[in-house]
């Protein structure tokens, strides 16, 4: 049961006790998993994750792999974390990340930890994670896995070389790989730090649902962005810092997500951290065959709940036809 005063106005106020302000705030332990001094990252159990961005309304598809998440725990006895994704200081606000609690409980999904819960492995914001980001940044810088660009995306698009299309856009030509990594000469524009892949190297893992899977870095994906020009850690580190420090055996998320699996494995392996297991869930489409998203103005959660659907006969109706239904067939 939620305590009615932990609401997300005192978490955004840091208010409440179950988001520690400091590094020494975070408990030692939790009586039902044993933890690891070293890295502070449990070491038994199934622990899974829910980890939606508030950037607007959460969609069928959204709906669809947390469930996925969230029976896969049960199923193994397991804890379910939920976490928000809410470091995009412009798109992430505060009626968003409400709207996500809101809107996840109305479909069904019960969490063990998270940001009105509490647990031993918060803050549950990523916005509140921003020193641990930083901290694994230096560490990265320290060991010469990162360096400083300095290049626009306009930059990158006029390269000398046409450059390869990814899954990300452009794939970066390399402009900046050979900058040293001490520090930026004074008066120049704040850079991004990108992560440098080693070249022709294929990158695989075996997924829960597709198999063995495997990407070649500087083909299929280039030098990533581990931290933003805006002073901003970018999800693919992110993500892999928290999915390490709050112990998460088995990330299950989107196919769309493939190849920045190779990217995340790419900073487990530089920071020497075990890497969880994936599964990779279909994308939900529409009745059209078209990919649901937030930017397609997909019919949200929301939009649903307000037309008569219950969680009950949404669920069925995706597990039935593998899409997300029309609004009047509720």
């Excluded at 379910?80 to 968003?96: A, G, I, Q, Y």
Aim: aromatic residues 10%; charged residues 25%; proline residues 8%.
């Amino acid at each position: 049961m939620i305590h009615p005063a932990r609401r997300i106005d005192d978490i955004n106020a840091g208010r409440w006790h179950g988001l520690p302000r400091h590094r020494s705030d975070f408990p030692k332990q939790t009586p039902f998993i044993k933890m690891n001094a070293m890295t502070r990252q449990p070491t038994e159990g199934y622990r899974g994750r829910v980890a939606p961005t508030p950037s607007g309304y959460l969609h069928m598809g959204h709906g669809a792999t947390f469930w996925e998440a969230q029976e896969r725990v049960r199923a193994r006895d397991g804890i379910l974390v939920f976490r928000m994704e809410d470091l995009d200081p412009v798109r992430s606000t505060p009626h968003f990340i409400q709207a996500a609690l809101e809107d996840l409980r109305w479909f069904g999904l019960r969490w063990d930890e998270g940001p009105e819960e509490g647990g031993a492995y918060g803050p549950y914001l990523q916005s509140a994670r921003t020193g641990r980001y930083r901290a694994v940044l230096e560490q990265l810088i320290e060991q010469r896995w990162v360096y400083p660009c300095f290049c626009s995306r306009k930059d990158i698009q006029s390269a000398a070389v046409a450059p390869h299309v990814g899954d990300e856009g452009p794939i970066y030509p390399g402009t900046c790989r050979h900058r040293p990594t001490g520090p930026v000469p004074a008066g120049s524009r704040r850079p991004c730090w990108r992560m440098k892949v080693p070249r022709g190297r294929k990158i695989g893992f075996v997924d829960g649902r597709h198999g063995a899977v495997s990407y070649t870095a500087g083909v299929d994906f280039g030098d990533f962005v581990v931290w933003r020009q805006d002073d901003v850690a970018s999800y693919q580190l992110a993500v892999t810092v928290d999915d390490h420090f709050m112990g998460i055996t088995e990330v299950v998320r989107g196919e769309d997500l493939l190849v920045s699996t190779c990217r995340q494995l790419l900073l487990y392996e530089a920071m020497g951290w075990k890497p969880p297991r994936f599964v990779h869930c279909p994308l939900l489409r529409n009745r059209e065959g078209e990919r649901i998203a937030k930017r397609a103005n997909a019919l949200s959660l929301r939009d649903y709940r307000d037309g008569g659907w219950t969680p009950r006969k949404l669920r069925d109706a995706v597990g039935a036809e593998g899409k997300s239904p029309s609004l009047e067939l509720g």
